[in-house]
Protein backbone atom coordinates (compact mmCIF):
# COMPACT_ATOMS: atom_id res chain seq x y z
CA UNK A 1 0.00 0.00 0.00
CA UNK A 2 1.38 3.39 -0.86
CA UNK A 3 2.63 5.93 1.90
CA UNK A 4 0.34 8.47 -0.03
CA UNK A 5 -3.68 8.66 -0.28
CA UNK A 6 -5.47 10.51 -2.86
CA UNK A 7 -9.58 11.78 -1.92
CA UNK A 8 -11.60 12.30 -4.94
CA UNK A 9 -14.68 14.66 -5.13
CA UNK A 10 -15.92 12.69 -7.82
CA UNK A 11 -15.44 9.38 -10.21
CA UNK A 12 -15.21 11.76 -13.40
CA UNK A 13 -12.13 12.73 -11.72
CA UNK A 14 -10.73 9.77 -10.50
CA UNK A 15 -10.98 8.60 -13.60
CA UNK A 16 -8.88 11.71 -14.95
CA UNK A 17 -6.57 11.68 -11.62
CA UNK A 18 -5.58 8.08 -12.86
CA UNK A 19 -4.40 9.22 -16.29
CA UNK A 20 -1.76 11.65 -14.38
CA UNK A 21 -0.13 9.15 -13.05
CA UNK A 22 0.65 10.37 -10.08
CA UNK A 23 1.57 8.08 -6.94
CA UNK A 24 -0.67 6.92 -4.48
CA UNK A 25 -3.94 5.22 -3.88
CA UNK A 26 -7.51 6.70 -5.13
CA UNK A 27 -10.21 6.78 -2.70
CA UNK A 28 -13.47 8.53 -4.59
CA UNK A 29 -15.86 10.31 -1.90
CA UNK A 30 -19.42 9.44 -3.37
CA UNK A 31 -21.57 11.89 -1.46
CA UNK A 32 -23.94 15.29 -2.10
CA UNK A 33 -24.10 16.54 1.65
CA UNK A 34 -25.01 19.68 0.54
CA UNK A 35 -28.43 18.03 -0.21
CA UNK A 36 -30.55 16.46 2.47
CA UNK A 37 -29.91 15.68 6.54
CA UNK A 38 -26.47 15.44 7.74
CA UNK A 39 -24.99 14.21 10.93
CA UNK A 40 -22.33 15.70 12.37
CA UNK A 41 -20.98 11.84 13.21
CA UNK A 42 -19.08 11.42 9.45
CA UNK A 43 -19.11 7.41 8.87
CA UNK A 44 -20.99 6.38 11.89
CA UNK A 45 -23.66 3.66 10.92
CA UNK A 46 -26.75 6.18 11.53
CA UNK A 47 -24.73 8.81 9.35
CA UNK A 48 -25.05 6.19 6.71
CA UNK A 49 -28.63 5.70 7.76
CA UNK A 50 -29.74 9.06 7.56
CA UNK A 51 -27.97 9.32 4.31
CA UNK A 52 -29.30 6.24 2.61
CA UNK A 53 -32.96 7.55 3.41
CA UNK A 54 -32.68 10.86 2.17
CA UNK A 55 -30.74 9.67 -1.06
CA UNK A 56 -33.79 6.40 -1.47
CA UNK A 57 -36.46 9.04 -0.79
CA UNK A 58 -35.33 11.96 -3.03
CA UNK A 59 -33.38 10.56 -5.82
CA UNK A 60 -34.37 6.66 -5.99
CA UNK A 61 -30.91 5.64 -5.12
CA UNK A 62 -31.39 1.71 -4.52
CA UNK A 63 -29.88 0.14 -1.36
CA UNK A 64 -27.64 -2.20 -3.73
CA UNK A 65 -26.24 0.71 -5.04
CA UNK A 66 -25.08 2.54 -2.13
CA UNK A 67 -23.95 -0.16 -0.78
CA UNK A 68 -21.87 -0.88 -3.79
CA UNK A 69 -21.04 2.87 -4.97
CA UNK A 70 -20.92 4.75 -1.24
CA UNK A 71 -20.57 2.17 1.69
CA UNK A 72 -17.90 -0.08 -0.59
CA UNK A 73 -15.54 2.81 -1.49
CA UNK A 74 -15.42 4.47 2.53
CA UNK A 75 -14.73 1.19 3.79
CA UNK A 76 -11.84 1.01 1.44
CA UNK A 77 -10.83 4.62 3.01
CA UNK A 78 -11.25 3.30 6.87
CA UNK A 79 -8.52 0.24 5.64
CA UNK A 80 -6.16 2.62 3.92
CA UNK A 81 -4.74 3.25 7.79
CA UNK A 82 -0.82 3.31 6.81
CA UNK A 83 -1.08 6.60 4.91
CA UNK A 84 1.01 8.97 6.50
CA UNK A 85 0.28 12.12 3.43
CA UNK A 86 -3.73 12.41 2.37
CA UNK A 87 -4.12 14.73 -0.60
CA UNK A 88 -7.35 15.93 -0.91
CA UNK A 89 -9.17 17.15 -4.25
CA UNK A 90 -11.99 19.38 -4.43
CA UNK A 91 -13.58 22.18 -5.95
CA UNK A 92 -14.39 26.27 -5.24
CA UNK A 93 -18.57 25.03 -5.06
CA UNK A 94 -20.92 24.56 -2.25
CA UNK A 95 -21.31 21.11 -3.21
CA UNK A 96 -17.47 20.15 -3.20
CA UNK A 97 -16.69 22.56 -0.04
CA UNK A 98 -19.37 20.57 1.48
CA UNK A 99 -18.25 17.68 0.86
CA UNK A 100 -14.71 18.43 2.10
CA UNK A 101 -15.22 19.45 5.19
CA UNK A 102 -17.41 16.09 6.05
CA UNK A 103 -13.85 14.39 4.71
CA UNK A 104 -11.78 16.90 7.06
CA UNK A 105 -13.75 15.91 9.94
CA UNK A 106 -13.45 11.90 9.66
CA UNK A 107 -9.85 12.28 8.92
CA UNK A 108 -9.69 14.78 12.38
CA UNK A 109 -11.43 12.04 14.26
CA UNK A 110 -9.97 8.73 12.52
CA UNK A 111 -6.38 10.09 11.11
CA UNK A 112 -5.00 12.02 13.42
CA UNK A 113 -1.51 11.95 12.46
CA UNK A 114 -1.29 11.72 9.06
CA UNK A 115 -0.20 15.50 6.94
CA UNK A 116 -3.43 16.49 4.97
CA UNK A 117 -3.02 18.29 2.10
CA UNK A 118 -5.62 20.50 -0.39
CA UNK A 119 -5.89 20.36 -4.06
CA UNK A 120 -8.46 23.18 -4.90
CA UNK A 121 -9.40 24.38 -7.97
CA UNK A 122 -11.10 27.61 -8.78
CA UNK A 123 -9.47 31.03 -9.71
CA UNK A 124 -7.05 29.96 -12.22
CA UNK A 125 -6.24 32.95 -14.17
CA UNK A 126 -7.09 36.32 -15.05
CA UNK A 127 -10.46 36.14 -15.84
CA UNK A 128 -13.85 35.84 -13.30
CA UNK A 129 -14.67 32.29 -14.35
CA UNK A 130 -14.30 29.70 -11.78
CA UNK A 131 -12.78 26.15 -13.30
CA UNK A 132 -13.79 22.54 -12.26
CA UNK A 133 -10.93 20.83 -11.52
CA UNK A 134 -12.13 18.65 -15.27
CA UNK A 135 -11.76 21.62 -16.61
CA UNK A 136 -7.86 22.01 -16.30
CA UNK A 137 -4.89 20.94 -18.37
CA UNK A 138 -2.95 17.98 -17.03
CA UNK A 139 0.25 20.68 -17.12
CA UNK A 140 -2.49 22.94 -14.82
CA UNK A 141 -3.45 20.22 -12.81
CA UNK A 142 0.31 19.16 -11.76
CA UNK A 143 0.85 22.67 -10.93
CA UNK A 144 -1.70 22.54 -8.65
CA UNK A 145 -0.87 19.18 -6.95
CA UNK A 146 2.78 20.73 -6.58
CA UNK A 147 1.20 23.79 -5.15
CA UNK A 148 -0.75 22.00 -2.60
CA UNK A 149 -1.73 23.64 0.58
CA UNK A 150 -0.63 21.71 3.67
CA UNK A 151 -3.58 22.01 5.93
CA UNK A 152 -2.38 23.23 9.66
CA UNK A 153 -3.92 21.54 12.83
CA UNK A 154 -5.84 24.94 13.15
CA UNK A 155 -6.93 24.82 9.49
CA UNK A 156 -8.12 20.75 10.27
CA UNK A 157 -10.01 21.52 13.47
CA UNK A 158 -11.84 25.02 11.84
CA UNK A 159 -12.89 22.67 9.19
CA UNK A 160 -14.39 20.24 11.75
CA UNK A 161 -16.23 23.30 13.61
CA UNK A 162 -17.94 24.47 10.20
CA UNK A 163 -19.22 20.98 9.64
CA UNK A 164 -20.48 20.74 13.25
CA UNK A 165 -22.81 24.44 12.83
CA UNK A 166 -23.59 22.89 8.76
CA UNK A 167 -25.39 20.23 11.10
CA UNK A 168 -26.33 21.92 13.67
CA UNK A 169 -30.19 22.86 13.52
CA UNK A 170 -29.74 26.39 13.59
CA UNK A 171 -27.61 28.50 10.45
CA UNK A 172 -27.36 31.51 12.20
CA UNK A 173 -24.02 30.16 13.93
CA UNK A 174 -22.66 29.60 10.35
CA UNK A 175 -23.92 33.38 9.55
CA UNK A 176 -22.11 34.62 12.73
CA UNK A 177 -19.01 33.32 11.27
CA UNK A 178 -16.45 35.73 9.94
CA UNK A 179 -12.97 34.62 9.97
CA UNK A 180 -12.60 32.14 6.93
CA UNK A 181 -9.69 34.55 5.43
CA UNK A 182 -8.16 33.31 8.59
CA UNK A 183 -7.42 29.67 7.43
CA UNK A 184 -6.19 27.82 4.52
CA UNK A 185 -9.88 27.83 2.84
CA UNK A 186 -10.14 30.69 -0.07
CA UNK A 187 -13.61 29.20 -1.42
CA UNK A 188 -15.59 28.43 2.03
CA UNK A 189 -16.86 31.67 2.76
CA UNK A 190 -18.62 32.16 -0.69
CA UNK A 191 -20.09 28.49 -0.18
CA UNK A 192 -21.17 29.09 2.82
CA UNK A 193 -22.97 32.48 2.17
CA UNK A 194 -24.39 30.49 -0.96
CA UNK A 195 -25.84 27.79 1.72
CA UNK A 196 -27.81 30.35 3.55
CA UNK A 197 -29.49 31.71 0.07
CA UNK A 198 -30.97 28.36 0.05
CA UNK A 199 -33.23 29.28 2.85
CA UNK A 200 -36.54 30.93 1.31
CA UNK A 201 -36.27 34.36 0.97
CA UNK A 202 -38.92 36.55 3.03
CA UNK A 203 -39.97 38.40 -0.09
CA UNK A 204 -41.63 35.41 -2.28
CA UNK A 205 -40.71 32.24 0.00
CA UNK A 206 -38.10 30.91 -2.78
CA UNK A 207 -34.63 30.57 -1.90
CA UNK A 208 -31.80 32.39 -4.25
CA UNK A 209 -31.44 28.80 -6.57
CA UNK A 210 -35.58 28.62 -7.04
CA UNK A 211 -35.39 32.91 -8.10
CA UNK A 212 -33.07 31.72 -10.43
CA UNK A 213 -34.71 28.93 -12.28
CA UNK A 214 -37.90 31.57 -12.77
CA UNK A 215 -35.60 34.40 -14.03
CA UNK A 216 -34.12 32.10 -16.00
CA UNK A 217 -37.08 30.87 -17.41
CA UNK A 218 -38.29 34.56 -18.36
CA UNK A 219 -35.31 36.07 -19.71
CA UNK A 220 -34.18 33.07 -21.88
CA UNK A 221 -36.89 31.79 -23.03
CA UNK A 222 -35.78 28.23 -22.95
CA UNK A 223 -37.78 26.03 -26.21
CA UNK A 224 -37.80 22.73 -23.57
CA UNK A 225 -37.69 21.31 -20.20
CA UNK A 226 -33.52 19.87 -21.47
CA UNK A 227 -32.86 23.42 -22.83
CA UNK A 228 -34.01 24.96 -19.20
CA UNK A 229 -31.91 22.27 -17.60
CA UNK A 230 -29.16 23.50 -19.42
CA UNK A 231 -29.42 27.48 -19.01
CA UNK A 232 -29.80 26.71 -14.81
CA UNK A 233 -26.85 24.67 -14.99
CA UNK A 234 -24.67 26.97 -16.63
CA UNK A 235 -25.85 30.15 -14.93
CA UNK A 236 -26.12 28.26 -11.30
CA UNK A 237 -23.31 30.62 -9.74
CA UNK A 238 -20.78 28.37 -7.20
CA UNK A 239 -23.43 25.58 -6.53
CA UNK A 240 -22.24 23.02 -8.67
CA UNK A 241 -25.63 20.86 -8.46
CA UNK A 242 -26.06 18.27 -10.89
CA UNK A 243 -28.56 17.87 -13.06
CA UNK A 244 -30.72 15.23 -10.94
CA UNK A 245 -30.90 17.95 -8.23
CA UNK A 246 -32.25 20.79 -10.43
CA UNK A 247 -34.73 18.21 -12.25
CA UNK A 248 -35.61 17.72 -8.69
CA UNK A 249 -35.83 21.47 -8.04
CA UNK A 250 -37.68 22.21 -11.45
CA UNK A 251 -40.15 19.57 -10.30
CA UNK A 252 -41.02 21.43 -6.91
CA UNK A 253 -41.52 24.35 -9.23
CA UNK A 254 -43.61 22.58 -11.85
CA UNK A 255 -46.81 24.49 -10.51
CA UNK A 256 -45.29 28.07 -11.35
CA UNK A 257 -45.10 27.18 -14.60
CA UNK A 258 -47.81 26.58 -17.67
CA UNK A 259 -46.02 24.71 -19.95
CA UNK A 260 -42.27 23.55 -20.68
CA UNK A 261 -42.50 22.96 -24.53
CA UNK A 262 -41.98 26.15 -24.56
CA UNK A 263 -40.81 27.06 -21.33
CA UNK A 264 -43.35 29.80 -19.75
CA UNK A 265 -44.00 30.84 -16.56
CA UNK A 266 -47.90 30.41 -15.70
CA UNK A 267 -49.59 34.08 -14.22
CA UNK A 268 -48.95 32.73 -10.24
CA UNK A 269 -45.21 32.17 -11.63
CA UNK A 270 -44.74 35.76 -12.39
CA UNK A 271 -46.52 37.20 -9.58
CA UNK A 272 -44.21 35.10 -7.57
CA UNK A 273 -41.32 36.26 -9.20
CA UNK A 274 -42.18 39.84 -8.93
CA UNK A 275 -42.49 39.80 -5.30
CA UNK A 276 -46.35 40.40 -5.95
CA UNK A 277 -47.15 37.19 -3.72
CA UNK A 278 -45.58 34.43 -1.66
CA UNK A 279 -45.46 30.66 -2.13
CA UNK A 280 -43.86 30.12 1.26
CA UNK A 281 -47.26 28.38 2.51
CA UNK A 282 -47.79 26.13 -1.06
CA UNK A 283 -44.05 24.91 -0.66
CA UNK A 284 -43.71 24.51 2.30
CA UNK A 285 -42.26 21.19 3.74
CA UNK A 286 -41.55 20.06 6.67
CA UNK A 287 -39.24 17.32 6.26
CA UNK A 288 -36.59 19.51 3.99
CA UNK A 289 -33.00 19.81 5.39
CA UNK A 290 -30.38 21.99 4.84
CA UNK A 291 -26.96 20.18 6.64
CA UNK A 292 -28.73 19.93 10.33
CA UNK A 293 -31.18 22.78 10.01
CA UNK A 294 -35.21 22.16 8.83
CA UNK A 295 -35.61 24.17 4.97
CA UNK A 296 -38.66 26.61 6.36
CA UNK A 297 -38.10 26.68 9.72
CA UNK A 298 -35.90 29.66 8.88
CA UNK A 299 -36.25 32.88 6.30
CA UNK A 300 -33.53 34.52 4.17
CA UNK A 301 -34.00 38.62 4.74
CA UNK A 302 -31.97 39.66 0.66
CA UNK A 303 -32.25 43.08 2.21
CA UNK A 304 -29.97 42.63 5.25
CA UNK A 305 -28.80 39.13 4.03
CA UNK A 306 -28.99 37.86 7.16
CA UNK A 307 -30.92 34.61 8.22
CA UNK A 308 -34.96 34.85 10.22
CA UNK A 309 -35.77 31.97 12.32
CA UNK A 310 -39.57 31.79 12.40
Known amino acids: MSPLLHITNGDSFTERLKSLDLKGDIITWREMLCEGKTLTTVGSESFWKTRYEFLHKNFKVSKSWFIEKTLKEYRSLCN ?10 FEYDLFCQINMLAVISWLL ?4 YAQISLVCSGKEDETDKLYSLNELSDEQLRRLYDKRTVLSQDDIEYADYV ?4 CSNNPIRLENLTDFENYNFNYLGDAIKSHLKRFPSIGNG ?7 ILELAVHERPKNKAGLLKTVLENQGNL ?3 DSQYERAISRLRP ?3 TFNP ?15 NYYSVIQDNDVYLGGALKYNFLYNTISDRILKL
Open 80 to 89: HKQQDHIVLW
Open 109 to 112: ANRK
Open 163 to 166: WQLY
Open 206 to 212: LNHMENN
Open 240 to 242: GFG
Open 256 to 258: LFN
Open 263 to 277: VRLSKKGKEILEGKT
